[in-house]
């Protein structure tokens, strides 16, 4: 069965550092890898995929992830933290030929100013 | 371009009763998934519709049903409440043309059981 493993519950970095939040996967097949991100009492809002292709992979907001076949990872990265950013991040991988996603548990950000 | 919209976004039932939560998918969606978010933890999927018929189930029990309609919208009806059914159901909607596209989700149910 597919898992996704967010190892912190909470990541706290200052304004203008980078940001980095971990996610690791497990899949039988070729991994098809999400991240969303959801602010208090809202949905989930799509950040960026990984399917195939650059193992570096850019998206919304000026987030980007890095997918690494070898250590099964998909962590998510942005090089200048803003406060704005400071909300809870989802991890979620689909197998291939499998039509649901698995969630991690989610990392809370928070930025200091 | 219209989003997915759900609801009610908020709603309070007693133990035992039943509930259905409404579900519109994104224009030119076709398949709608269900998922709940109970607190502190990421969504767990319950199942998903495609052309009308449940396409895949997560670990529910049956009380947990649903439906989809032509114009793709969808239900999802809970029976029986349980305490443990607090939480915040998610509805997603997505273009089943492939595995790799995204799913586009709503703001949601807050499901709250007394």
């Known amino acids: 069965a597919q898992s996704v493993a967010q190892p912190e519950d909470q990541v706290n970095v200052a304004e203008g550092n980078p940001l980095t939040v971990k996610c690791t996967y497990s899949?039988?097949?070729?991994?098809?890898l999400f991240w969303y991100v959801q602010y208090p009492n809202r949905g989930l809002q799509f950040l960026l995929k990984?399917?195939?292709?650059?193992?570096l992979v850019k998206g919304s907001y000026g987030f980007e992830a890095e997918f690494n076949k070898s250590q099964t990872s998909f962590h998510l990265k942005k090089p200048s933290a803003l406060v704005s950013d400071s909300a809870l991040y989802f991890c979620?991988?689909?197998?291939?030929?499998?039509?649901?996603?698995?969630f991690g548990k989610g990392n809370q950000v928070v930025v200091i100013p | 371009e219209t989003g997915v919209t759900q609801s009610p976004t908020h709603l309070i039932k007693t133990r035992g009763q039943q509930v259905t939560l409404r579900c519109s998918s994104q224009?030119?969606?076709?398949?709608v998934s269900w998922y709940q978010q109970a607190l502190g933890q990421g969504p767990q999927f319950i199942f998903q519709?495609?052309?009308?018929?449940?396409?895949g189930r997560g670990n529910f029990p049956p009380r947990f049903s649903g439906l989809q309609f032509p114009n793709y919208s969808s239900e999802l009806n809970v029976n029986a409440l349980e305490l443990d059914d607090s939480a915040l159901y998610l509805c997603?909607?997505?273009?089943?043309?492939?595995?790799?596209?995204?799913?586009?989700f709503g703001e949601g149910s807050r499901l709250t059981v007394l």
């Open positions: 519709y495609y052309r009308e018929e449940e396409n």
């Open positions: 899949v039988s097949g070729n991994p098809y």
């Open positions: 224009s030119g969606h076709n398949t």
């Open positions: 997603a909607s997505s273009q089943r043309t492939g595995d790799t596209g995204e799913l586009f």
């Open positions: 979620a991988v689909r197998d291939y030929g499998n039509n649901r996603l698995a």
């Open positions: 990984y399917i195939t292709g650059d193992n």
